[in-house]
């Protein structure tokens, strides 16, 4: 491992990044967050301290403010590397307010980019999704596949944001690895942290346990006439705690110099393509809660099927995802039941 150790988590208070902290300090690395709070809240990082018995700094600053960061990296000159996870993610709201999500998500990767420059830190490790392959009929995805059109601006500023990397790292001393997840799910064993965003759940699991507690009086199954076996939308779900332990995996892969390219990209799923109704089904087997739902309309923008082949990340970064669908849901459920004190 190269001699520095100190990684610079953007987006550290949030959902991921708070389970990535946690895994990079159990694998020995110092950490710091930089997160304006806009998604998140700093309670985050008690949990994060209970767990590891480390206090994590987070600097409360805006990075798709030019400049923003400039004081912080004067006081942090020894970074190892940066995972950037900081950026709005509700494809929803990205249709209705692109400007936003283009100002904030690709303004805030290029002020990391001259972060990185400023300070000369090399390597970087990307926060990227499966929403960059579009309507792909080649499935289970690989990472070769190319860009098809996808549904929202949000969508785009992944794409976007690969492309804007790769010119960067063509002419940078350092590397970089984009790693595009499909459907993360589920908490850190411990309950002590888990999803707990600012803004309303949008996402599956969480809308599902949302209403097993009762928050929501039923769900909607976003079509059934999908061709699809039961007819349902097809994902892959994957835990965010083996989600975590890849951004650990990819950036001592970096560290240690094994990348000879400057930019890579590898996906992050379990390779099993489940069905919403199949995910309900889980739930109620796991929790024991019966799930009020009703099949609507289809969501616009969303795609029948997709899941990962994630072959390089396993040949490649030696990342192997150890829990199932069932550890998915029992954890998602279990911080749903902590959060709820019940
Ligand atoms: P999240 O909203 O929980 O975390 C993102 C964090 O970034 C939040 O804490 C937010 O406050 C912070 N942030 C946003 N804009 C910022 C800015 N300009 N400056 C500083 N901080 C800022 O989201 P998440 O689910 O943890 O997602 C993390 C990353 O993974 C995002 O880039 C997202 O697009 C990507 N991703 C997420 C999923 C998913 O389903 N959760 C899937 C694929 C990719
Ligand atoms: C999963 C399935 C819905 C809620 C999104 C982004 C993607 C990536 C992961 C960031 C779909 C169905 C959902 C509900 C439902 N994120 N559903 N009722 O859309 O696969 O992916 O998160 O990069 O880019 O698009 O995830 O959890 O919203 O939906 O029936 O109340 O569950 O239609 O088939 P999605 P999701």
């Known amino acids: 491992m190269s001699k520095r150790n100190k990684v610079m ?9 708070s389970h990535t902290i946690v895994d990079l300090i159990q694998n020995g690395f110092d950490v710091f967050s930089v997160d304006s709070l806009i998604n998140s809240k700093e309670e985050v990082l008690k949990g994060i301290e209970e767990i590891t018995g480390k206090k994590i700094e987070n600097y409360k600053i805006d990075l798709s403010v030019p400049g923003s960061w400039k004081a912080i990296a004067d006081r942090e000159p020894e970074i190892a590397g940066v995972i950037h996870f ?20 690709i303004g805030g990767l290029l002020e990391v980019l001259e972060w ?3 300070s000369k830190i090399p390597d970087l490790i990307f926060s990227s999704s499966c929403t960059v392959y579009g309507n792909t009929n080649d499935l289970p995805v690989k990472e070769d596949a190319e860009f098809r059109p996808t549904s929202s601006p949000y969508g785009r500023t992944k794409q976007m944001g690969e492309l804007i990397i790769q010119d960067f790292f063509a002419g940078f001393e350092g590397k970089s690895i984009s790693l595009r997840y499909f459907n993360p799910a589920g908490a850190h064993e411990s ?4 999803e707990a965003p600012s803004n309303p759940a949008l996402n599956l699991v969480p809308v599902l346990t949302e209403t097993a507690i009762g928050k929501r009086k039923s769900m909607t199954v976003f079509g059934t006439d999908y061709p699809t076996p ?34 890579d990209t590898y996906n992050l799923g379990m390779e099993k393509g489940m069905s919403v109704l199949e995910v309900i089904n889980a739930f109620e087997r796991v929790s024991g809660i019966p799930i009020d739902f009703i099949r609507g309309e289809r969501r616009p923008g969303d795609i029948a099927e997709i899941y990962a082949n994630t072959r390089k990340a396993k040949d490649i970064l030696n990342w192997m995802p150890t829990r199932s669908l069932d550890d ?5 459920w279990e911080w749903e039941k902590q959060r709820s004190k019940i």
Request: include cysteine; aromatic fraction near 10%; glycine fraction near 10%.
């Open 9 to 17: 988590v953007t987006g550290g208070c949030g959902y991921i990044g």
């Open 86 to 105: 900081a950026a709005l993610k509700a494809v929803g709201e990205s249709v209705k307010f692109p400007l936003d999500y283009y100002k904030n998500n």
């Open 116 to 118: 990185m420059k400023y």
């Open 328 to 332: 998915i849901l029992k954890t998602a």
């Open 191 to 194: 309950v002590l942290i888990g």
């Open 230 to 263: 039961d007819g349902s939308c097809v994902r892959d779900y994957i835990h965010v705690m083996d989600i975590a332990h890849a951004h650990t995996l990819a950036l001592r892969h970096l560290l240690d110099g094994k990348q000879h390219s400057s930019f």
